[in-house]
């Protein structure tokens, strides 16, 4: 089953080879992944590589999805869940590009995915973790009603957990 998410403005699915070229823009951006812990793709074959060998969707019946503008059609870039399976538990995350930012697209989409995750998958919790000089993506954290939790490392840097659990996005 392929995992297509709605929402008042966007549509969120699964990455496909057809949208390479927007993740690999995505990634190129180093004010988009300043926060992460992977960086930019050398080339196109790179992404497809990550696209073609991408598997928490057959694995998890979850994954990151690509976003877009549901009228236009212009890609805006991803969110979802990512099920980690030596930590066991999913996490919340999302990339967009830097002309989306401040639309209120990192909230919209992530609502969707945690309904998703709570009402399709039943998951009892979904957390957020994002490196403490974040204050965008923890804003957006916030707003989703997820609380902190605790601090902990995030790649190289430190970072913060937050987490949601079922009963509170009731």
Known sequence: MA????????IL???SEE????????????????Y???????????VLDFIRNYDQYEKYDQGRLN???????DYI??????????????????????RHWGKGYATEASIACLDYGFKVLNLDEI????MIENTASINVFKKLGLKYSHD??????????YVITREDWK
């Open 36 to 46: 992460v812990g992977s960086g930019a793709y050398d080339n196109i074959d790179e």
């Open 67 to 73: 976003i877009f503008d549901k009228q236009t059609g």
């Open 127 to 130: 957390i957020g973790t994002a």
């Open 152 to 161: 902990s490392d995030c790649g190289e840097q430190p970072g913060v957990v």
């Open 19 to 34: 949208d390479a070229a927007h993740l690999f823009e995505l990634n190129s951006d180093p004010d988009v992944t300043r």
């Open 13 to 15: 699915k699964q990455f």
């Open 77 to 98: 870039g991803w969110c979802g869940l990512k099920y980690l399976e030596d930590k066991k538990y999913s996490d919340l995350g999302y990339r967009l590009l830097k």
């Open 3 to 10: 995992i297509q998410l709605k929402t008042e403005r966007l």
